[in-house]
């Protein structure tokens, strides 16, 4: 058993290099709040 946050760490720290899923749902949540305001 392995903890996400040691997954989640660069393969250089010993991880897995996977992203955090909640970080990149927000980041791209926001990018299509962005775009919706600029009128993209």
């Known amino acids: ?6 997954i989640c760490l660069p393969k250089d720290r010993g ?8 970080r990149m749902n927000v980041a791209l949540m926001l990018r299509w709040v962005w775009r919706i305001l600029r009128g993209d």
């Open 15 to 22: 991880g897995l290099g996977i992203h955090a899923s909640r």
């Open 1 to 6: 058993m392995v903890k996400w946050a040691d």
